[in-house]
């Protein structure tokens, strides 16, 4: 008897254990240029830097992340600096379309 309420305490346990969130689909932003987001709202300007090897690229990408952290849908590049460290600087539109 006490093996059986044993077993049912630690299977409840378990199985409460196995109730996780669905995983979220995966945001994306997507590169425009000014004149495709005329009809989107701009709210937010957001900034890339890199010091390591592909550095364009990671700026831009750390800039894209954080666009997308903020819920926005595109992303528009304002300004480039290939200096040391790679500086990008953009605009993060929500496009309801």
Sequence with gaps: ?????????CLIFLL???????PQLPRRINE????EVTHCDSFALVTGVSRHANNLAEAKQSAALQGEELGGTHIVWLQTDMGEPTKVVAIVYKCLL
């Design 16 to 22: 409460s254990g196995c109730a996780v969130e669905p």
């Design 1 to 9: 008897m006490f093996k059986c309420a044993l077993s049912g305490i």
């Design 32 to 35: 425009a240029y000014d004149f």
